[in-house]
């Protein structure tokens, strides 16, 4: 795979058909933003098992007069989502009606990006490609048959339209299967007839709010009626040659932000020799250890994300702490996630990174059968606690995974970046982002080339330092030398998340990749 450069806008997704309709988006004269909700909103679609429409979303936006703000489209438990509820319980299922316990943000982020300013095109026109694919049917590709092989067992049984849309024949879909679906398409058609507030106060909001209660979730009408998506100001941090920004709490895009400026002051001289490859996996451990302690619903915590990463004596002394030939031990306790990534930037200087999520494969598993949407299980993740770090309480925020990236260089290009993979996420965006900004590798390059990953994600519950072939040998008895648990994986593969990136040349023009571990397409205009 080669870097794609285009001269007047280019959009990267994990699907090839969601990056075309962004494309189109574009070369129809909308801008990043509205390409995004295209993205999206087609990302539901063709790319089910990974996000959809009930689930979480956030937005990082660049505009052209350099002002960088984010968009939270990300709900609350349910007002009936306290401890009492899951009496008896040790922990909140992953799956089921009692998993479906928080509101889906993704519609409220739409929403509010395309409030700013520019976006013109009408919603029929963005959800166009996400409707024809629902009522024509999309292929399965291989990565969806094999996730819906793999988990069908704990989802057909799911109370709900799940069989019904994914296993219309009494079996998972196998690739090249043609999936339709019907009630998506006429979900979007109310959306792009109503407005997207439909989801929340409107005729769809009904429609949501009688199946979920039909099928046993406690989050009700009341609760969509009482969601909005949120403008926090996005965190930042300096590093040598360019200004880095990601998501605020309840997301961990600190932990990203955090890896980045603790290897920005550890010396590497090469990419992936020992020096970069354990600095980021020292980097992280550290992150980590302050996320898992402080990052969850910002209204739940004091705790000062920006004075840390603007504090240059208190960075310096977190980077102190990192050994640079031995490995600190681990493991913590590691988090889930399956997300899509994914962005685009248009002529007028505008970037977006945009990410969204159902968290685990299909969510709840719960399809609504009037609306036939997938209901997210983000709130899976509380703790059944009277207080602490993310301990379910109604309208509460759960802890996010999901975080989109940003950087602005010096020089000009601007750059946005993401990937899918739960406790890899931060991990991912470290390797391809140090690759690119601090050693010079091809964008492409970057994110093609192997990666690691310290503790759990899609799939794999192991708490090992996962390695890819296609290191230096050398590397791997380096990194065990020095106390990492070392697990060789094999080939690429999609344990290590699906990346993408973008950059905006200072010139003008236009760089885009993505990740051959996925099925994703970039495609430029």
């Keep these: 795979m080669k870097t794609v450069t285009a001269e007047h806008g280019i959009v990267t997704a994990p699907h090839y058909l969601a990056a075309q309709a962004g494309r189109d988006v574009l070369a129809d004269g909308g801008n990043?933003?509205?390409a995004c909700v295209a993205v999206a909103a087609t990302l539901a679609v063709v790319y089910p098992h990974m996000t959809g429409i009930g689930g979480d979303g956030f937005w990082l936006i660049r505009e052209p007069d350099r002002r960088v703000h984010s968009v939270h489209g990300c709900g609350g438990s349910a007002a009936k989502a306290d401890?009492?509820?899951?009496?008896?319980?040790a922990a909140v299922p992953t799956r089921g009606p009692l998993a479906a316990n928080t509101v889906a943000g993704t519609i409220s982020g739409w929403a509010a990006a395309l409030a700013g300013d520019g976006c013109t095109l009408p919603l029929d026109r963005l959800l166009r490609d996400a409707i024809h694919h629902a009522e024509l049917g999309v292929s399965v590709t291989a990565g969806g048959a094999g996730i819906a092989a793999a988990k069908g067992g704990e989802l057909r049984g799911q109370p709900g339209a799940y069989a019904q849309v994914f296993e219309p024949e009494g079996k998972p879909l196998t690739e090249g299967d043609v999936l339709l679906q019907p009630l998506l398409a006429q979900t979007f058609r109310k959306l792009a007839a109503n407005g997207l507030d439909d989801y929340y106060r409107g005729e769809l909001a009904q429609l949501i709010a009688h199946d979920l209660a039909a099928l046993g979730s406690p989050v009700s009408l009341a609760d969509l009626n009482a969601h909005a998506a949120s403008r926090p100001d996005p965190l930042h941090t300096a590093i040598t040659g360019a200004a880095l920004y990601n998501a605020t709490p309840p997301t961990q895009g600190f932990a990203a932000l955090m890896i980045l400026a603790l290897f920005d002051r550890l010396k590497a001289d090469a990419p992936d020799s020992f020096d970069h490859v354990h600095g980021l996996i020292e980097a992280t451990k550290q992150a980590f250890l302050l996320r898992d302690v402080h990052v969850g619903d910002p209204a739940y915590t004091d705790f000062d994300f920006q004075a840390l990463l603007s504090d240059l004596a208190a960075l310096d002394e977190l980077a102190s702490r990192i050994d640079p030939a031995k490995a600190l031990p681990w493991p913590q306790p590691p988090q889930w996630g399956d997300t899509c990534w994914f962005g685009a930037a248009?002529?007028?200087?505008?970037?977006v990174s945009c990410i969204q999520s159902t968290y685990f494969e299909f969510g709840s598993g719960l399809v609504l059968?009037?609306?036939?949407?997938?209901?997210?299980?983000?709130?899976?993740?509380?703790?059944l606690s009277e207080g602490g770090w993310n301990a379910l309480k109604p309208g509460r925020k759960p802890f996010h995974t999901l975080n989109p990236a940003l950087a602005v260089f010096e020089d000009g290009r601007i750059m946005a970046y993401g990937t899918m993979g739960g406790e890899g996420q931060p991990q991912t965006q470290a390797a391809l982002f140090s690759r690119y900004a601090r050693f010079g590798v091809d964008l492409q390059e970057a994110i093609s080339a192997p990666r690691w990953l310290l503790g759990r994600t899609w799939g794999?519950?192991?708490t090992t330092l996962k390695l890819e072939d296609g290191f230096d040998e050398g590397l791997y008895a380096a990194l065990a030398e020095a106390g990492h648990d070392v697990e060789r994986v094999g080939p690429l593969t999609a344990t290590m998340g699906h990346a993408g990136a973008l950059v905006r040349l200072a010139g003008g023009g236009f760089e885009g990749a993505t990740d051959p571990r996925s099925d994703g397409g970039v495609l430029g205009w």
Excluded at 346 to 351: I, N, T
């Design 83 to 89: 401890l009492s509820l899951y009496a008896g319980l």
């Design 369 to 383: 059968p009037q609306t036939g949407i997938t209901w997210q299980n983000r709130g899976s993740s509380f703790r």
């Design 346 to 351: 248009d002529s007028e200087g505008r970037v």
């Design 460 to 462: 794999e519950q192991s």
């Design 32 to 34: 990043a933003v509205e």
